[in-house]
């Protein structure tokens, strides 16, 4: 909008929309005058990283300062906010997709009707990376949850803080109670609990450095027949396919 366009142009975020929408708009400024979008970005978070702060939902003051208490500086700490804010906006946009992309009518030879529909695999535990506490969480959670799975998160050891004010977020947010669960401890010993247990269906091991570990809870799911992903959080509605059971029905179909 102009009125957009006039604040950015005389430095005044306070007229901006906020959060990742001001992102977006400098984005899309940078790229209309020739910019370099992403270098415009950063220089825009430098600059009014403390106005940028102190302009968001009292929530994400919250999650910014509990980034600060576990040692990240204040601009760090605002793009990680930032960059999960952008993630579950993504994963949003996919909750009522995913059924047309990863499930379709079939074509088969013979007078039937073949449809296959994507469905929850069930309860997923999640092993969340050591940095980045909240963003890789969110990376990790957020297509589990949009398959519509009940999620078991292990958080970062190094850095809870973060994380935990995430829960208070999610528990009082449109997110059902009990669909995610979120702990806090040391990985290697939490982790083959994950493993082991049979109401357990899937495994999101990405948050997993340790080779030794990521082997032995490999070994550990194939006893019950979990299924074990390294999804790495990225930006596909096939990171949220891992997740999901195909299921195939064939209907008579008249001639």
Known sequence: SVRALEALEKNDISRLPGGIFSRAFVRAYANEIGLDPEQTVAEFITRFTDEIVTQGHP?????????????????????????????WVYWAGWTDKLTQVLGGVNPVAGPFLNVSTPEPTGVVGVIAPAERPLAGLSALLAPVL?????????????????????GEVLATSDVPAGVANLLVGPVAELAPWLA???????????????TELAIDLTVRSADNLKRVARTDGVRSP??????????????????
Request: aromatic letters at 6%.
């Open 59 to 87: 929530r994400t003051r919250d999650l910014v300062a509990e980034l600060e208490n576990g040692g990240v500086d204040t601009y760090d700490a605002a793009v990680e906010v930032d960059d999960a804010v952008d993630t």
């Open 146 to 166: 949009c398959g519509g799975n009940t999620a078991v998160v292990l958080a970062s050891e190094a850095s809870p803080f973060a994380p935990l004010t995430f």
């Open 238 to 255: 096939r990171t949220a396919g891992e997740f999901l059971e195909i299921k195939t029905v064939w209907h008579p179909a008249r001639l």
């Open 196 to 210: 082991d247990h049979h109401d357990v269906d899937a495994l999101d091991i990405s948050g997993v450095v340790d």
